[in-house]
C-alpha cells in the first residue's frame, strides 16, 4: 500500500510530499506537533492530544489549522489511508509560510502535515520484555518545554548520545540532580513500598499524555501516584522504573548510566500498567 500523506489541505504520496522552504517550522522551529498511537485500528487518547495541540497553539499565538472536528477527520481517514493498525499518527501545524521575518506574519495560513506509520507491534512487546537502558544528562532545554513545540534539538543530540552510549532514552536531570524526563518520554520509578512516582507536570517537562492515561490506569489497579521529585540516586535504588509515551506506553528501564535497577529485570508494576493500558485508554475507530 502507498504511503499518503496529508499537506495543506491535499492527500498526496508521502514521497512527493514537501512543504514551501518559508515555512517557519523549517526555519525557526515555529510550529507544535502531536504524536498519537494507532492501536489495533483505533487512535488512542485523541480527545487528550487535540486538548494538547489547543494549548500548544494557544501558549504560541497560532491559529487552529481547521475546525478541531475536521482536524479529527483529517487524522482518521489518513491512519485509514495508510492502512494503519498498529503504528502511530503524527501532526505539525506551524505559523505558515512567508518571507523570513522574527515577527509573526500577517494574514498568513497556518500549515498542518499529517503522516500516519505502521510499526509491528511485537517490536515493543519484545523490547518491554527486556527493558531499556537509561542514561543522564544535565537540562539543556528552554523553559517553556510544557509546549509540545518541534523545536528538538536538545532531544535530538540527548536521544544520539544515549544510543551512542547502547542506551535507548537520555534522562535530562535539573541542577538539583532530580530527574526530570527523557528526550521523548515522562520518567517514573517505583518505590521499595511500591508506589509510583513521577514528576509534576508543572516543574519543566511535558504532560504526557500516556503519562494522565496511566494515573487512571493506576487508580484501576489500585496502585498510588506520588507526584514529586525524584533524583538520579533514588532512581537507581528503586524497585522499578520505567518511562512513557505514546509510542512506548509503558515501558521497563533496566540500566540507569550503566547501573542495573533492582535485579536488571522488568518489574512486574510496569508491565501490569502497560497491559492494562488499551482497555482503559480512549479509544477512536480509525
Ligand atoms: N514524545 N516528554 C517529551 C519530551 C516527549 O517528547 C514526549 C512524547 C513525552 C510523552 O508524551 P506523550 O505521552 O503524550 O507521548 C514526554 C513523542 C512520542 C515524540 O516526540 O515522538
Redesign the pocket.
Request: charged fraction near 15%.
Given at each position: 500500500m502507498p504511503r499518503i500523506a496529508y499537506v495543506n489541505g491535499r492527500y498526496v504520496a508521502h514521497r512527493d510530499a514537501a512543504v514551501h522552504i518559508e515555512d517557519r517550522g523549517y526555519q525557526f522551529a515555529d510550529g507544535v506537533?502531536e504524536?498519537c498511537e494507532v492501536a489495533r485500528g483505533n487512535l488512542m487518547d485523541m480527545t487528550r492530544?487535540l486538548d494538547?495541540l489547543s494549548r500548544s497553539l494557544g501558549e504560541l499565538k497560532m491559529a487552529w489549522p481547521m475546525h478541531r472536528s475536521a482536524l479529527e477527520i483529517v487524522l482518521r481517514e489518513v491512519v485509514r489511508r495508510n492502512g494503519v493498525q498498529n503504528g502511530l499518527v503524527y501532526l505539525q501545524v506551524t505559523r505558515g509560510v512567508a518571507a523570513r521575518d522574527f515577527l509573526f506574519p500577517k494574514d498568513t495560513a497556518s500549515c498542518m502535515v499529517v503522516t500516519a506509520k505502521s510499526v509491528d507491534p511485537r517490536l515493543a512487546a519484545t523490547r518491554a520484555e527486556t527493558g531499556i537502558k537509561v542514561i543522564t544528562l544535565p537540562e539543556t532545554r528552554w523553559e517553556r518545554?510544557d509546549i509540545?513545540s518541534v523545536g528538538?534539538l536538545p532531544?535530538v543530540l540527548a536521544k544520539q548520545a544515549a544510543k551512542e552510549s547502547g542506551a535507548q532514552e537520555a534522562w535530562f536531570v535539573d541542577t538539583d540532580g532530580n530527574v526530570k524526563?527523557?528526550?521523548?518520554?515522562?520518567a517514573w520509578i517505583v518505590t521499595a513500598d511500591g508506589k509510583l512516582v513521577t514528576r509534576p507536570a508543572e516543574h519543566g517537562?511535558?504532560r504526557?499524555?500516556?503519562?494522565t492515561t496511566l494515573f487512571e490506569v493506576a487508580a484501576k489497579l489500585g496502585l498510588t501516584i506520588e507526584e514529586r521529585f525524584f533524583s538520579v540516586a533514588e532512581a537507581k535504588a528503586a524497585r522499578e522504573a520505567f518511562i512513557?509515551?505514546?509510542?512506548t506506553i509503558a515501558m521497563p528501564v533496566i540500566e540507569i548510566d550503566g547501573a542495573p535497577v533492582a535485579n536488571g529485570h522488568p518489574g512486574s508494576v510496569v508491565l501490569s500498567l502497560r497491559e492494562a493500558f488499551f482497555d482503559i485508554a480512549e479509544k477512536t475507530k480509525a
Open positions: 506537533y504524536v492530544h494538547r518545554v509540545k528538538l532531544n524526563e527523557g528526550g521523548s518520554s515522562n517537562i511535558l504526557g499524555i500516556t503519562r512513557s509515551s505514546a509510542t
